[in-house]
Structure formats: C-alpha cells, structure tokens
C-alpha cells in the first residue's frame, strides 16, 4: 500500500532532451524525515520506479537523516541518483555516501555556494548540482576544472531566460525549473497564423454540439492529421480484431470524446515548440486530472482532462493564456481553472500540479485519496509515454 506521492519534475540536457526527472516524495504530514523514504520504497516495490520515470533515471534529494538507511533498502542503482546536501553532511555522514558509492550507487552533490576545494572532495560524486543565481557564476570560472574531474553539472530552479542563458553559456551540463514550462514571448505577443489554425481546429472539436459526422469531416480534412490518428490507434491497440481505416471506425470503436482527445494531441504536437516534454506533462495532467474527477463522482470528466491537457498550452504557443483562451471555445469552468485555478475544475487541476511538485500537505482538495491518486498517477505516466512512443513513430 502506497501512503504517499512522488511527484516528478524533468531534468533537460543541452539539447533540452529528458536527462532525467527530479523526484518529489510527500505525504500530506510533510514528515519529510521518514515518510517520503517509506513512500519511495513503496513505489519501487509495488510499482517500480521505472513506471515513474518512463525508464529514464530519478534524481531523488534526500536529508542527511536518511543516510543510515538508504543501504538497507532494495533501490535501483543504476537507475537512481542520489542527491544530498552538501552543506548538510558532516563527517559521519560524507563517509556514508561514499560507502553508497562504492555499492554502486550514483551520487549528486548540492551546494548552496561553490569553493574551489570542494571539488577536490567529490571523487564519489557524478553530478554536482546548484541553484540558478548567484551560485552560477560562482562556479562558472571552474567548470572546466569540473569537468575534467567527471562531474557533470545541474542547475536547478531555473525560473528565468536569463538565468538558462547563463548557466547554458557557461558550459552547464543539465538544467531543471519552471522556466520550461512558461511562455518565453512578451505579454501581448500575436500567435502567428499556423498556430492560429490549430487553436482554431481544437477550438471546433471542443463545441459541446459537434457530431459525429462533423468531427469526422473537421478531422479528414486534414490528411495528415487522420493518418497520425489512424496510426496511434492501429498501433496502440494492436489487438483490435480488425484494423481501423476510417476516423468513423475509430468513433465506433473508441467513442467520440476519445478521439477528440486523440486529435488535440496530435494536433497540439504538429506545433514546433520546445522542449518536447512539454506534451507528455500536459498528458499525465490530463489523464491525472480525470482521474481525480472520477475519484471524486464528478460529472463530465472530459472537462477535467481538457484543463489538464491545455494548461501548458501557453507554454508551447509561447503566447499569454488570456490571449489563446480567446480563439478556444472553451467553458468558463475550464477557463476559469486555467487562469486561476478556480472553481471545482481549478480546485482539481491546482491539486494535480501540488502533487507533480511534491506539495502534498497543502491541497486544495485535502479529501483526495494519496494512494489512489498515486496508482492513478503512475497510470498516466504510463499512457503518457506509450504515446510519446507513438507520436515519436510517426513523426
């Protein structure tokens, strides 16, 4: 039985690739010295981390009071990253890392403030890791020093263009932060006009009054966009007795509200925008977000996976929400949870992103059940990647 969450945040390589992605144990006590190691290892015995990670590796920071612990639990090695504090070891501490090291385990390092010295102390480490600002430039004239030592470096808590630049400039291997998941246009920005086509397009197939036929017409219009659905589902549920050729098939197959969904994503990836990530976020929000709702007894879940699928939708039209909401034909319900985060939509979409950031003890929906939440979760990332799979395909 799973009693908490782990949320996760992507780490980015210089290609803004997924190198990894940071993880964020909680539990909503925020006892963060003993139930976030118990939920971890609940998660890598019921579910395996590799589920969380979509086989990528987890950075997992962790406070030097697990230390004593860590080598008595069934961890994956190679697939865990072990990040502590370096301002928070003492003797004792130091020497339980590198007895972790030489079990094989990968060690990161954080530090608040950089000395020369300090790398001199790391031959256990893989990573070194700081926060965006002003601990960048104070390790920029020693990256190269750095990186003939192997270590390879993370930035974290990226908030700004100018901090990305800098630590980008200065040679930094691996970055994490909200950053990546805004708009990087000034406010009043025009969307430019093929991106004006796609909102149009996601704008038609959310009118609550289209048909059948009419999502079919609106869909086959587009060559490009029917062979990619057709290819998704013919490729996702191999198993079908007989293969889908028609959009009206896959209707009868799947039902419409399915492959509405199907054509949004799609057609929210023909964008080009970066980092590709961005989609398989806003996916397991998606499906987290519907899950959540139908938890709850909540009519109308489709509503719930359109607030959670469209809300980095700024981000990857590099345009202000307020201006996208205007071309979509959207509910106020959902517009109101995607500005504010308002009304039983927002109360749903706000708690779906606390737990992506680890922030379980503070909910807007303290009710919500953290092990079915957590198994709903796991689902998502699941579904999510399976269509990152598909979409890579057939790109």
């Given at each position: ?200 397009l996601l704008a038609r197939l959310q009118d609550p009054d289209i048909t059948i036929e009419e999502v079919e017409n609106l869909v086959s219009q587009d060559v490009t966009l ?170």
């Amino acid at each position: 039985m799973i009693q908490g969450f782990i949320g996760r945040s992507p780490i980015y390589d210089r290609q803004l690739d997924v190198f990894a992605y940071q993880l964020l144990p909680c539990d909503s006590t925020r006892n963060v010295d003993d139930a976030p190691l118990q939920t971890l290892q609940q998660v890598w015995e019921k579910a395996r981390l590799e589920k969380l990670t979509g086989g990528k590796a987890g950075l997992l920071s962790f406070p030097a009071s697990w230390l004593e612990n860590l080598p008595d639990l069934s961890l994956p090695k190679q697939q865990l990253v072990l990040c502590a504090n370096w301002q928070a070891l003492d003797e004792q501490a130091e020497k339980h890392l590198k007895e972790l090291a030489a079990q094989g385990y990968l060690i990161a390092i954080a530090t608040h403030h950089y000395a020369p010295q300090l790398a001199k102390k790391l031959d256990f480490a893989t990573l070194l890791a700081v926060e965006a600002g002003e601990a960048v430039k104070e390790i920029a004239p020693f990256l190269d020093e750095i990186h003939a030592k192997g270590l390879k470096l993370l930035v974290n808590q990226v908030e700004t263009r100018e901090q990305y630049d800098a630590a980008f400039d200065a040679g930094f291997d691996y970055f994490q932060g909200d950053f990546f998941q805004r708009p990087r246009l000034l406010q009043g920005t025009h969307i430019p006009a093929n991106r004006l086509a796609i909102l149009r397009l996601l704008a038609r197939l959310q009118d609550p009054d289209i048909t059948i036929e009419e999502v079919e017409n609106l869909v086959s219009q587009d060559v490009t966009l029917s062979y990619k659905i057709l290819r998704l589902i013919n490729a996702a549920f191999y198993g079908l007795p007989k293969k889908v050729d028609s959009i009206k098939r896959a209707v009868v197959f799947f039902g419409l509200n399915r492959i509405k969904q199907w054509a949004m994503v799609i057609a929210i990836n023909a964008i080009d925008y970066e980092p590709r990530e961005l989609i398989i976020t806003a996916l397991v929000r998606a499906r987290t977000c519907e899950q959540i709702a139908g938890q709850l007894g909540r009519e109308d879940a489709e509503q719930y996976y359109i607030s959670g699928l469209f809300s980095l939708l700024d981000a990857i039209m590099d345009a202000p929400m307020e201006e996208i909401l205007q071309q979509l034909n959207l509910t106020d319900e959902i517009n109101q949870a995607l500005l504010y985060g308002n009304g039983p939509i927002g109360q749903v979409l706000q708690s779906t992103l606390s737990l992506e950031r680890g922030i379980c003890h503070r909910l807007p929906l303290p009710q919500l059940d953290l092990q079915n939440t957590m198994q709903a979760y796991l689902e998502a990332i699941e579904a999510a990647e399976s269509i990152r799979h598909q979409l890579e395909k057939s790109s």
